[in-house]
């Protein structure tokens, strides 16, 4: 399966390979043109089943992390679910649909409109992934400098230590916030040669602006 944009072919992953049994396929590296991943919500199919468990559905942590994977990487997710006989779509799936709905609401800044970084996935964690605009300060834009969304999949759970992200180059005019949260924004130091470090606070769990895969907006990035 491919379809056009205004001036690209975007190809679905499912047309890689011979094996078509790819249903959640997880791309972990930049891929040299736009594609798509069209996946499904259940773990063994495409269409409703009346036996379906609520084990073989994906939770809401494996969504988050396939989403900043296929979008870090260059790609548009497709993710199916599927209704009974009538169009009814059954509570689980709504769930789910209304979980990643507010996700995106909090998150939707480091995922719509962004492109690829230079790096994919951060150097010191595998948990962490990257997408990236062109700065929005007049001064970033000026300078051409890169406004970085680091998705964190898992949160810290030691924050008497300060987050170490080794590929963002900071400028003296980046800040670094986190989506959605209403407080200031975090303290940094940037060591040349052992990488960004980042002063998260301590948030209590009402005030954290999501349940799973938050986002670190860092502005103004050199590279």
């Not at 001036?7 to 078509?20: G, K, P, V």
Request: aromatic share 10%; proline share 5%; net charge negative.
């Amino acid at each position: 399966m491919a379809y056009e944009t205004e001036d690209e072919l975007i190809s679905d992953l499912r047309n890689w390979f011979d094996n078509l049994d790819v249903d959640f396929f997880q791309v972990e590296v930049k891929q040299d043109r736009y594609f798509e991943d069209s996946t499904t919500l259940a773990r063994h199919g495409w269409s409703f089943r009346r036996n379906i468990q609520l084990s073989d559905i994906h939770t809401m942590e494996e969504i988050t992390t396939l989403i900043a994977q296929v979008v870090s990487c260059g790609g548009n997710l497709l993710l199916n679910i599927g209704p009974t006989k009538d169009g009814t779509i059954v509570p689980i799936f709504e769930e789910r649909l209304r979980q990643m709905g507010h996700w995106l609401t909090v998150n939707g800044e480091g995922i719509y409109g962004t492109k690829p970084w230079t790096f994919q996935n951060e150097t010191l964690n595998e948990n962490i992934w990257y997408t990236s605009k062109p700065a929005a300060s007049t001064k970033g834009a000026e300078s051409g400098l890169t406004d970085v969304f680091a998705i964190l999949l898992k949160w810290p759970e030691d924050l008497s230590h300060p987050l170490i992200l080794a590929d963002p180059i900071p400028t003296d005019s980046t800040q670094i916030s986190l989506l959605g949260y209403e407080g200031p924004v975090f303290p940094w130091i940037h060591h040349v040669g052992s990488g960004l470090e980042i002063n998260l606070p301590m948030i209590h769990a009402t005030s954290m602006p999501c349940e799973w895969a938050w986002v670190l907006k860092l502005t103004d990035i050199y590279n």
